[in-house]
């Protein structure tokens, strides 16, 4: 474990009756670092995702963040820790234009929440269209999010996530549902933004072309399993992750 | 105590148990598959104890005569739950489940008309039944034989039950229906039918549930609601569409009562407790402990994800337009007394009052996302207040502490509601009220019991009608625009948030109960000073102020307004008042025609009146 770990996992465990979603999994992030997980359907990443940011609750294990332990807090205690997160379908407020999405998120992080008479348009208008500015969809900043195409609703959710200025983002399928040249730009545009602002990534992806090009290190689950992690060269050419889950025919870079 | 007495209660308990399984059970099932909640549910109940009294009237006195009378009500009400079910919810099963209850309530009103007027005002107690009109002897006391008729008929329904749905084809798409209703259908499954079958099993329930309530309470009109709130209390308790848990659920609350009767009056410190009067109470503390430990009930599971059909317009801050608007009514409305004769002063007086209301609830349910259906018991609660601090207090004094009173009991029904979210958090709200009203009802010492409290009237500078229209009117619109005001501040934000997407506004760092918990609170606050000015305006007040019916009142309100404007709720009130006022002047079935209405309104305008103002073109400048 390195001395700059932002996040380490310890020994985690989950089932949900009698399925082990998570098995003694454990792993850390670097601070600043770029970690993808990967595995084929139900080897428990979503699930991970869920425990990291306290929707679920872990059986066993431990999950320490920034030096503190955040298992078994509730989902908003840790997103105020520093941990945020986007979701495989973009969850963002349906009756709020795209700016004001971004600004409630800000409001949070100025614990300005309780404020039940100032009116919120005053607050945080500036800062709230730079962050839309930088996701590029400023041009969208008054539109409804209920109106948005796919693809902008998942920069929104990107701007909404920097806003609360975390040191660790959780991205569970960055680029799912989009068009092969729009994920492209949409990862690049993710890892720029974490790069400038120190932000470690961690992010679960389908598109092996996306997580080969962006991870520093590959996490493979299996299962409920960790059964190889390494950079993307090393994993790439580790036989047991070819047998379970990438499969000898369609590994990209070896056709 | 003795243990005797004891014994007795508890038959009696469980022989009321017995009964209001056999009309949870009915509620449960047709939840399951249709996912409507029938407010109706329990006006199905009531007919079948009046068709039973008049049936059993008309059949004779024998033994033959009476049962095929019970059975008869039983189908009738079945046949009338099917005709619910075929011209009104099956037009509705697409619509957002706020409608639907809705719309049900609707035909509450309409049933509890057409049985005032078939069989009229007075409580109707039918006969003891034949064969079981005796009592047993166990253990040195008297039970009554058809107690134990009951009690043996709730295990015998629960078997009947669960055999229909474990063995038979049709019990196992009813089955198949409530665990996933989209597939069943793409399966082939003759949907209508079977949402009619189980709706006539349902009503059947219900029906054969009044007819045998006959002996033991007389058909009277308070039946719908009050067994209607029980139901949603066991439903709530023991999981909405687990049968065994209705079971359960009923046989705890009804011992739990019959213990509370059987201790009787106990000084405890020197206060007498008389715990007959703590029967409600008592289900309130069944109904706490099983909240606070099992958010979803004994046996129930928590619901599948919100519909993600459920389309969110976006709520714009008033503009420009909408503030000259607002002030040029404002300016009309203080103006109006100037020309306006008394009884238009006291119409304006409702009016304003109403707005209020109305207000605060839809700063609940629309931006707050949480429905109410006893929104009333925070209006009724504070003018209950007003109108005691009043005898020791100024007017003045009691009118700015009363919705305070209203805070508190917001504070705490909320802490329960926000655990629970869309039906069943309407259902425990309903459940709230009607405690609430029942303790107004039954404490004769301190509320007057039925007859409510007298003398309460406002000040002496504010004692001319008009004094206290302008009263009003400026407290009324102060308070509106504050909750406008909150709508749109960091916290009203937060709140829309939390009701748009839970997931992402914990993700955000926003804390989704606690948020939800201080929109409550808020919500009825405001209510509350809504409560207090009313106490004044009128001189007296009756537990009326706070039951189901103004309940629903408020929510028609705001749905005949929208629910996704901020004028909606005030302008549905303005309607819903006048028209009310002027329906009680030329009819006495007021009640139906404001249900006919209610549906009509479901049916045809379920954007209501704002919406349609918003279709016909006089849309914002913003591009959508």
């Known amino acids: ?255 | 105590m003795t243990l005797s007495a004891f014994l007795i209660q508890l038959l009696n308990g469980l022989a009321g148990a017995s009964s209001l399984f056999l009309v949870s059970v009915g509620l449960s099932l047709t939840f399951g598959v249709t996912r409507v909640v029938n407010f109706a549910h329990g006006s199905l109940m009531m007919l079948g104890a009046y068709i039973a009294y008049s049936l059993i009237a008309g059949l004779g006195g024998g033994a033959a005569g009476y049962w095929a009378a019970v059975a008869l009500s039983a189908l009738a009400v079945a046949g009338v739950g099917v005709l619910i079910e075929r011209f009104l919810l099956r037009r509705l099963y697409g619509a957002p489940e706020l409608l639907q209850l809705t719309a049900t309530f609707g035909v509450v009103l309409i049933v509890k008309d057409v049985v005032l007027a078939l069989w009229g005002p007075e409580d109707l107690l039918g006969p003891r039944a034949p064969g079981f009109s005796g009592s047993v002897n166990i253990l040195g006391s008297a039970v009554p034989q058809y107690d134990l008729l009951l009690i043996a008929l709730g295990p015998l329904v629960l078997f009947l039950l669960t055999w229909l749905l474990r063995t038979t084809r049709w019990g196992i798409l009813v089955r198949a229906a409530s665990e996933d209703r989209e597939m069943t259908a793409a399966l082939g499954v003759n949907q209508a039918w079977l949402f009619s079958g189980v709706f006539f099993l349902g009503a059947l329930l219900a029906g054969l549930a009044g007819a045998l309530q006959l002996p033991r309470e007389p058909a009277n009109l308070n039946m719908d609601l009050a067994v209607i709130a029980e139901v949603f209390v066991v439903t709530v308790v023991g999981g909405l569409g687990s049968i065994p848990g209705a079971f359960i659920a009923a046989l705890i609350i009804g011992v739990a009562k019959a213990l509370c009767i059987a201790i009787g009056e106990l000084a405890v410190f020197g206060v007498v407790l008389s715990f007959p009067k703590l029967t409600l109470v008592a289900e309130f503390i069944v109904m706490a402990i099983v909240l606070a430990l099992r958010p979803w009930g004994l046996f129930g599971r928590p619901p599948a994800l919100p519909r993600p059909s459920e389309q969110r317009e976006l709520l714009r801050p008033p503009g420009r337009p909408l503030h000259v608007i607002a002030a040029a009514a404002l300016i009309f409305m203080a103006l109006l007394p100037l020309f306006a004769d008394e009884y238009t002063l006291v119409l304006l007086t409702d009016i304003s009052i109403f707005a209020l209301f109305a207000a605060s609830l839809h700063f609940m349910m629309g931006p707050g996302g949480m429905p109410s259906f006893g929104h009333a018991a925070y209006f009724g609660l504070s003018a209950y207040a007003a109108a005691l601090l009043a005898r020791t207090l100024p007017m003045e004094s009691a009118l700015l502490i009363a919705p305070l009173f209203a805070g508190l009991a917001a504070l705490v029904y909320g802490w329960f509601c926000v655990r629970l979210s869309g039906v069943y958090l309407a259902m425990l709200t309903l459940a709230f009220a009607q405690i609430t009203w029942s303790i107004a009802f039954q404490w004769d010492a301190v509320t007057g019991g039925s007859n409510g409290l007298t003398g309460v009237w406002p000040a002496q500078w504010l004692s001319s009608r008009r004094a206290y229209y302008w009263l009003t009117l400026t407290a009324a619109a102060i308070a509106i625009l504050a909750l406008w005001r909150i709508i749109f501040s960091p916290f009203g934000y937060a709140l829309r948030g939390v009701r748009d997407s839970p997931l992402r506004a914990a993700a955000i760092g926003i804390d989704p109960r606690a948020t939800q918990w201080a929109g409550f609170t808020i919500a009825g606050l405001f209510a509350g000073i809504a409560g207090a000015l009313y106490a004044f305006s009128k001189g007296s007040i009756s537990p009326e102020t706070l039951s189901i019916p103004r309940s629903i009142d408020a929510l028609v309100m705001v749905l005949l307004g929208g629910l996704q404007t901020l004028v909606g709720p005030v302008l549905g009130a303005a309607v819903l008042t006048s028209l009310q006022d002027s329906i009680v002047r030329h009819t006495e079935f007021w009640r139906a025609t404001v249900g006919a209405v209610v549906i009509a309104l479901v049916l045809f305008f379920p954007d209501g009146l704002a919406g349609i103002v918003q279709r016909m073109g006089v849309r914002g400048r913003h591009p959508t």
Not at chain 1, 15 to 22: E, K, N, R
Not at chain 1, 114 to 134: G, P, T, V, W
Request: proline share 5%; glycine share 8%; net charge positive.
């Open chain 1, 1 to 255: 474990m390195s001395e700059s770990a932002v996040l380490i996992v310890d020994r985690l465990c989950k089932s949900y009756g009698g399925v082990h979603a998570l098995r003694e999994l454990s792993f850390s992030v670097n601070s600043g670092e770029k970690v993808a997980v990967i595995g084929p359907n139900g080897a428990g990443k979503t699930t991970l995702f869920n425990v990291l940011n306290g929707q679920l609750a872990a059986d066993a294990g431990a999950v320490v963040f920034d030096a503190a332990s955040i298992g078994g807090l509730p989902p908003q205690t840790i997103a105020r820790r520093g941990v945020g997160r986007t979701f495989q379908v973009p969850a963002t407020f349906g009756s709020m234009t795209a700016r004001e999405n971004v600004q409630l998120a800000l409001f949070g992080r100025h614990t300005q929440l309780r404020a039940a008479f100032a009116d919120a348009r005053a607050f945080e208008a500036k800062e709230s269209l730079a962050l839309l500015e930088r996701a590029g969809i400023v041009a969208l900043a008054d539109r409804s999010c209920a109106t948005l195409a796919y693809g902008d609703l998942k920069r929104v959710e990107l701007a909404i996530a920097l806003a609360c200025r975390p040191r660790l983002l959780l991205m569970d399928e960055p680029t799912a549902g989009l068009a092969p040249s729009e994920r492209a730009t949409l990862m690049s545009l993710v890892v720029a933004l974490a790069a400038n602002d120190g932000v470690a990534l961690l992010f679960t992806e389908h598109d092996m072309d996306v997580v080969f090009a962006h991870a520093d290190r590959v996490l493979v689950l299996n299962r409920g399993r960790l059964i190889s992690a390494g950079p993307p060269s090393v994993v790439r050419s580790d036989p047991q992750v070819r047998k379970v889950y990438l499969g000898p025919p369609t590994l990209p870079g070896n056709a």
